[in-house]
């Protein structure tokens, strides 16, 4: 039933830095746009970076543009979400998610990760 699966995740201080792996079980991410978003209780869900099933677009979310970057691997077989300069406020738990078109971090994603436990100290 779990079609993506996210690892990358743990303990990082303030200003440091984290990278995050998004792959595919069952499922082409090469044929597919693949979002990342994080919950945190206080703040629910948040949409943190999103590429289009050509790799050519990507967009960013308000709070994390300029300190984050979202790529394919070589084998477009994973996507990568490469934290820098990590804030208290990043913590959470972060979700691959996949659609069958663009969304660009908007509803409609058809398959969720479990998620990964971001934890960055203050």
């Known amino acids: 039933q779990v079609k993506v699966v996210e690892s990358g995740g743990g303990l990082v201080p303030e200003g440091g830095s984290l990278t995050l792996s998004c792959t595919g079980r069952?499922?082409?991410?090469?044929?597919?746009?693949i979002g990342w978003f994080r919950h945190a209780a206080e703040k629910g869900r948040e949409g943190v970076a999103c590429i289009s099933r050509s790799g050519g677009e990507i967009y960013y979310g308000d709070s994390v543009r300029g300190r984050f970057s979202i790529d394919r691997d070589n084998a477009k077989t994973k996507v990568i979400l490469s934290n820098s300069n990590l804030k208290h406020e990043d913590t959470g738990i972060y979700y691959c998610?996949?659609?069958?078109?663009?969304?660009?971090?908007?509803?409609?994603?058809?398959?969720w990760g479990q998620g990964t436990q971001v934890n960055v100290g203050s």
């Open positions: 998610a996949a659609a069958p078109k663009d969304r660009w971090l908007r509803p409609g994603y058809r398959y």
């Open positions: 069952g499922l082409n991410l090469y044929s597919y746009s």
